[in-house]
């Protein structure tokens, strides 16, 4: 199923306000004004979706810079190849995530071997990228960094909570891999984490950090930028109840659960990120090269 195809897109109708012409119906409603509202594109050619896949990777790595999400030779975000699903783009180990272009990425297989490009590869990216692939086909993004809040999170023994409007994103939503065992480098460990991960768009990874997943660079990108901020909105509100003497009031259930239908599902993360990628794309052309 494409993310134009998601049933889940009614719910942006609800979230969208027209323009009203009060000259036209004195209720207030828009009458007969087309609104426009951006939806992900199309390609005529495996070649156009290739370059624009690889545009929006390249972006997304400058919003993590921006951020502050990386650190040193850490962080990995990686984007199926359209014409050889079997492969993924990824960025080359050792490059300033503020510095990628679309040329500089490479493509591994899901064997681990780099068929194009001709920079190294960091090894934890292939042990953790290529499982998360192979194992969920509907995946076409994922994307994983060392953020300050996302590894503080990580190793105290707890969820995201329904604290936030924002955080009802991930409600049911998110896995634990809660067996830490070094820098993940081999093939086993990476299935193992994609088993943690199972069909939700996000898993922390105990004392290392969090991954999220899309069917777009976009929607990818966006869960874990907001994941982290997620992350340092529950870890403040723990910080400041403690004085209180009171934990942080949770969210209803089923209050959780509807807002998660508004602001959880696939298109609602493609579309908060189209804001940046409009930023990015003006301010850094060189993306594109």
Request: one cysteine or more; charged letters at 20%; proline letters at 4%.
């Amino acid at each position: 199923m494409s993310i134009t195809e998601d049933p889940a897109l009614e719910h942006a109708n609800e979230l969208v306000t027209g323009a009203v012409d009060h000259g036209a119906d004195p209720s207030g409603f828009a009458v007969g004004k087309q609104l426009f509202m951006p939806l992900p594109q199309t390609f005529d050619t495996v070649e156009e979706e290739r370059a624009h896949r690889k545009a929006k990777l390249a972006a997304a790595f400058r919003m993590f810079s921006k951020a502050g999400l990386d650190e040193g030779v850490a962080g990995h975000i990686t984007v199926r190849d359209p014409e050889f699903p079997d492969s993924y783009w990824v960025n080359p180990f050792g490059m300033h995530f503020s510095m990628i272009k679309s040329s500089d990425l490479v493509r591994v297989s899901h064997e681990g071997e780099v068929v194009e490009g001709d920079r190294a590869v960091n090894g934890a990216a292939v042990a953790i990228h290529c499982a998360v692939h192979a194992a969920r086909p509907d995946v076409v993004a994922a994307a994983h960094a060392h953020g300050p809040y996302g590894k503080a999170f990580s190793s105290l023994d707890m969820t995201v909570e329904a604290l936030t409007q924002d955080a009802c994103a991930f409600f049911e939503d998110i896995g634990t891999y809660a067996d830490y065992r070094g820098v993940v480098l081999d093939k086993e460990e990476g299935e193992r984490i994609g088993r943690a991960l199972g069909q939700n768009k996000a898993v922390i990874l105990r004392n290392h950090g969090m991954l999220t997943v899309g069917e777009t660079v976009d929607s990818a990108a966006w869960w874990f930028l907001t994941l982290e901020r997620t992350a340092q909105a529950q870890l403040n509100a723990y910080a400041a109840s403690a004085g209180l003497g009171s934990k942080p009031i949770q969210i209803d259930p089923v209050e959780a659960k509807g807002t998660y239908g508004q602001v959880g599902f696939e298109f609602a993360g493609w579309f908060q990120f189209q804001p940046i990628w409009e930023r990015i794309s003006k301010d850094n052309p060189d993306i594109f090269d």
